[in-house]
């Protein structure tokens, strides 16, 4: 109960405050994700002043259409190549890297706050960090290539180019997960380490007997917040590469959809297929790690 | 999340290696590929940027003459000319303006929707929770926001990005309920008591006490709206309102193919202020976004 309710303040107080934030996110966030569904029915642009008109599933059946199905499924499938490979490889390294990195080294704090930088220093930069490591014509990544006498032209090489995105991004993103494992770790009571110990258990068997299972609720969050995220995420791509065949995922579809061609009844459509994915996938991963959480 | 916190750092303190093993130090061995895969994980991260910084020193030409070599002289002119020929100084005062604002403004809002919510004081506190929770699973809704912000007159002006990248609140006001939750209930209850008004209270406690994660907040959201690229390329059309971290992007491609002095210097000017940022208050942001996420 609100203890404040005695006066007429104290009532409609609590309210008026949440009023203004609640309105913006209502407005700003919410109406439009919500409005997304009803866009993607329509042929409305980007231009404003130009008369739109209901057009039904059109833009769904344009997506699924025999002359584009091949191109778009591909670029599912690279979603789904990206968040999963980033997910994966992301929670193992984090995972062993919040090991290595949890103490008992010294100067771990220091390390772990390095391993943490990209987080702050953002897509814009980290991607023209890469651009310049990766630059063909004699960065330190070409120069690394011709001393095993091989050369690249590593992001605009169309078979190569993806890995490095996917490289980059785990590279970026590594700091929020590893963190989020060192504070599972530093919960993990140390007389648990002591009677594995005492078992004769040597370090594989800590990892996988003692530590798993203790940071479970962690990874269960890890894995959801890193799908999720790397479903929906294209920033990095954007700014590596930009919108190209080889290297495109669905939300910077939408992104270039939208305001390059300005066909955004169309971008719309592809925003309910992308979160219908992230959608299904989010909930089928949260239902398995909770039900194997209670089974570590 | 203090609980957790506490709870972490006293059992760090206690275990500085799986017990025992401290007086029969660790076989050396291994305690020697330990430090090597930590120095080889920190030359991951160090190393581009400081490629970054030699990049940057270098003479205009020299990169193209020896990219990896390390740079002669201390061409400091580089940072002059990116600074003047990007016009950084307008697209810097731009992007402070928006990410202290939208910031200071997020802050403050995180506040005023979690105090009573987490508390319960208001009808609908849990709808309202998860409604927040849910707000992180929302479709990509870039195109509806700007067929909204067309249709209110708020493309391309400075208030309409900046309501747009504050309404991102997101996770601000998720991170202050569970801060909240370390923070006794009886304090709220005494102070009403002693006739204390619920703006009053808000203003004189809630904020003071929720300092370590306001803090969190403030940053990640300062350090949201100054990377933000996306959101700036649609609504900052007017060159006179564009922000750095957009700048920096057109300035890699006029310059990205040839001049990587200038890019790399370019780069740095803009890093410059989040990597100090970042020093000073790392140890706050980390506790309080790490913690707070868990919940």
Not at chain 1, 2 to 26: H, Q
Not at chain 1, 133 to 146: D, I, K, Q, R
Not at chain 1, 232 to 255: E, N
Not at chain 2, 117 to 123: E, G, L, S, T, W
């Amino acid at each position: 109960m609100n203890p404040f309710a005695t006066s007429r303040v104290g009532r409609v107080g609590p309210w008026l405050g949440i009023a203004p934030g609640l309105l913006l996110f209502l407005t700003f966030a919410l109406i439009p994700a919500v409005a997304v569904v009803g866009m993607s029915f329509t042929d409305i642009s980007g231009m404003p002043n130009v008369p739109w008109t209901w057009v039904g599933l059109d833009n769904y059946r344009r997506f699924f259409s025999a002359g584009s199905v091949a191109a778009n499924l591909d670029v599912v499938n690279r979603t789904l190549i990206f968040a999963l490979s980033v997910t994966i490889i992301l929670n193992v390294l984090a995972l062993l890297l919040a090991v290595l990195l949890s103490g008992r080294l010294r100067g771990a704090a220091l390390y772990r706050s390095i391993v943490f930088m990209p987080v702050v220093l953002g897509v814009t930069i980290v991607g023209l960090i890469w651009s310049l490591v990766f630059n063909p014509t004699g960065g330190p990544a070409a120069s690394l290539w011709s001393s095993f006498g091989s050369s690249s032209s590593f992001l605009g090489d169309p078979k190569l180019a993806f890995t490095l995105i996917i490289f980059v991004q785990i590279w970026a993103a590594i700091g929020t997960t590893m963190m989020i494992y060192h504070a599972g770790l530093m919960a993990i009571p140390s007389d648990l380490y002591e009677a594995a110990r005492v078992d004769g258990a040597n370090a594989w068997h800590k990892l996988r007997h003692v530590t798993i299972p203790m940071v479970a609720p962690a990874i269960t969050a890890n894995m959801v917040i890193s799908i999720v995220g790397s479903l929906q995420t294209y920033q990095i791509i954007y700014v590596l590469t930009g919108d190209r065949p080889t290297t495109s995922v669905l939300a910077l579809k939408v992104f270039s959809i939208g305001f390059g061609t300005s066909e955004q009844g169309y971008a719309a459509a592809v925003s309910m297929i992308q979160f219908v994915l992230v959608a299904v996938i989010a909930l089928v991963l949260l239902s398995y790690l909770r039900r194997r959480e209670t089974q570590l | 999340m203090t609980v957790l916190h506490d709870q972490a750092r006293t059992a760090g303190r206690l275990t500085p290696g799986p017990p025992g093993e401290r007086r029969r130090r660790q076989r050396t061995p291994w305690r020697l590929v330990n430090y090597l895969l930590a120095f080889a994980v920190v030359a991951l991260y160090l190393l581009p940027l400081l490629f970054l910084l030699n990049t940057a020193l270098k003479r205009p030409g020299e990169f193209s003459a020896d990219p990896v070599g390390l740079t002669d002289g201390l061409a400091l002119g580089n940072f002059v000319d990116a600074w003047t020929q990007g016009n950084f100084g307008a697209l810097v005062a731009n992007s402070v303006l928006y990410a202290v604002v939208c910031a200071a403004v997020g802050t403050v809002l995180s506040v005023l929707i979690a105090f009573p919510v987490a508390r319960n004081y208001v009808r609908w506190s849990r709808p309202l929770r998860v409604l927040f929770v849910l707000s992180l699973f929302l479709p990509n809704a870039i195109v509806a926001q700007f067929q909204l912000v067309l249709k209110l007159g708020l493309y391309d002006t400075r208030l309409g990005y900046m309501l747009l990248m504050t309404a991102g609140l997101g996770v601000g006001p998720l991170l202050v309920m569970g801060y909240l939750r370390s923070l006794p209930r009886e304090l709220d209850e005494a102070a009403a008591m002693d006739g204390c008004g619920y703006f009053r209270f808000v203003w004189t406690f809630v904020f003071p006490l929720c300092k370590p994660v306001l803090g969190a907040v403030f940053i990640l959201q300062v350090i949201g709206v100054w990377n933000d690229i996306i959101g700036a390329t649609i609504y900052l059309a007017s060159p006179e309102l564009r922000t750095i971290s957009l700048g920096l992007f057109t300035f890699y491609g006029e310059y990205g193919n040839n001049q990587w002095e200038l890019l790399a210097a370019a780069t740095l000017i803009v890093a410059a202020p989040l990597i100090l940022l970042y020093v000073f208050t790392q140890r706050l942001f980390i506790s309080g976004a790490i913690a707070g996420s868990l919940k």
